[in-house]
């Protein structure tokens, strides 16, 4: 298994433009994550979602959005790129085991965003 | 106040060291404890998972819960340069899809 991998790993923006931070997880779980991580701030929770076709809002949305057409993906889309949206961008999904809680979040690697 | 507040260190020890992370919150109706290890320009991993109250034990780690007090601790014995790396605690309500919400996290460096 993969686990999660998200692309690119690596991305220099222009104040404005738009993009697409992809995330994909091969273990067949229902919850997936978007966090960014900025400097002494931890892990600030972006989007969620329970499921396909079911997404939510988590404590810092504006200027994002995602989808969830697969049970695999869950890409996130910056629209209108700010230099407020500098971040490391983590990736992460999780299952209940026999409706037991693990604990356990899988993260991707990361993705470094850069807005100039 | 934050929910949950975590010393961002850098905390630096010299190998063999007994260490000790502290997190403390302030939601009362958190049920879940985590810890997370985090290398540098990697994502967090899981460490440690504790349920509601008291003590676990993995190995050189040692996760504490103490709910009365809103606090929760990582010990870690005999302490490893691999080590070296950020922790960062984790809790979670009942329900609530799965949300976790984390401390910033605590830079450690086990030195030689």
């Known amino acids: 298994n993969a686990g999660v991998t998200q692309t ?6 222009k104040i404005g433009q738009s993009m697409t931070l992809q995330c ?26 329970v499921g396909a076709g079911i997404t ?9 959005n995602v989808s969830r057409s697969t049970t695999e993906d869950f890409p996130l889309r910056l629209e209108l790129a700010a230099p407020s949206q500098t971040s490391v961008y983590f990736c992460a999904s999780t299952e209940f085991l026999d409706r037991v809680y693990t604990g356990e979040l899988f993260f991707g690697e990361g993705s470094r965003l850069t807005v100039l | 106040q934050k929910e949950v507040e975590q010393d961002p260190g850098p905390l630096s020890v010299p190998e063999g060291a007994i260490v000790s992370l502290n997190c403390t919150y302030s939601n009362s109706a958190f049920q879940y404890f985590m810890w997370y290890r985090q290398y540098s320009r990697k ?6 998972y504790t349920y509601s109250s008291g003590n676990k034990e993995d190995g050189r780690f040692t996760a504490q819960v103490d709910k009365s007090s809103k606090y929760i601790s990582l010990f870690i ?7 070296s790396a950020t922790y960062l605690c984790a809790m979670k309500l009942t329900g609530g899809g799965n ?10 460096k086990v030195e030689l």
Do not use: A, C
């Open chain 2, 43 to 48: 994502g967090p991993e899981l460490l440690m």
């Open chain 2, 99 to 108: 949300k976790l919400t984390f401390g910033t996290g605590t830079q450690l």
């Open chain 1, 8 to 13: 690119p790993k690596f991305r220099i923006l």
């Open chain 1, 56 to 64: 939510d809002k988590g404590e810092v949305p504006n200027g994002y």
């Open chain 1, 24 to 49: 994909t997880q091969d273990m067949n779980h229902n919850y997936m994550y978007w966090y960014r991580q900025d400097p002494g701030m931890g892990l600030k929770l972006i989007y969620y979602s």
């Open chain 2, 77 to 83: 014995r005999d302490s490893q340069p691999s080590d």
